[in-house]
């Protein structure tokens, strides 16, 4: 929320960000909780928005605190917030694939992040695969069945080439 505070030639900035502009966008977090304070409703969530890029080692921003001095529910959203972030497609970058931004959580274990977080946030990454493989159909009884060897693979390939052909006359080779 405190991004509404922060130039948006900064926030879309494709090039790399001066030292300036950096110090802009390290603000939003106080920025937001000042949005949020006068909002009764709001107030147990304003330690999460005003700690969020609190770092678990004490590196973070804005206050440096370290450990359990960061409210749980921060240490949460700092996790889900950097899993979006890298996950999402940028101007100045395109989002990364969901198990490079795994293995960054898993490395941030203990310095960025509370560790015991990271290992919720994994199982709960590994329910929602498995789920995700459920809807599909996937099972582990099914997957080997879902293989084909590269031989059956070229022979399929062969045999529906002509038929693709006679639909559609410019295609040489198809990837199925």
């Given at each position: ?23 802009a ?25 005003l ?43 395109p ?31 590994e ?30 390939l ?19």
């Amino acid at each position: 929320i405190g991004k509404v505070g922060v130039a948006a030639a900064i926030l879309d900035k494709p090039e790399k960000l001066t030292d300036e502009e950096f110090a802009a966008i390290k603000s939003h977090p106080e920025i937001g909780s000042r949005i949020l304070e006068p909002i009764e409703s709001y107030s147990e969530i304003i330690k999460i928005v005003l700690q969020h890029h609190e770092r678990f080692d004490g590196n973070g921003y804005p206050h440096g605190l370290k450990g359990e001095a960061i409210y749980l529910g921060a240490r949460i959203v700092a996790v889900a917030d950097v899993f979006e972030a890298v996950t999402a497609h940028r101007p100045y970058r395109p989002g990364w694939k969901i198990d490079k931004a795994i293995d960054l959580i898993k490395n941030g274990a203990g310095s960025q992040f509370d560790p015991q977080v990271v290992s919720a946030f994994l199982k709960f990454i590994e329910k929602a695969k498995s789920k995700k493989k459920e809807k599909a159909g996937v099972t582990p009884s099914k997957k080997k069945h879902l293989r084909i060897d590269q031989a059956e693979s070229d022979n399929k390939l062969s045999t529906m080439t002509p038929v693709m052909k006679s639909d559609h006359g410019n295609i040489e080779k198809a990837n199925v």
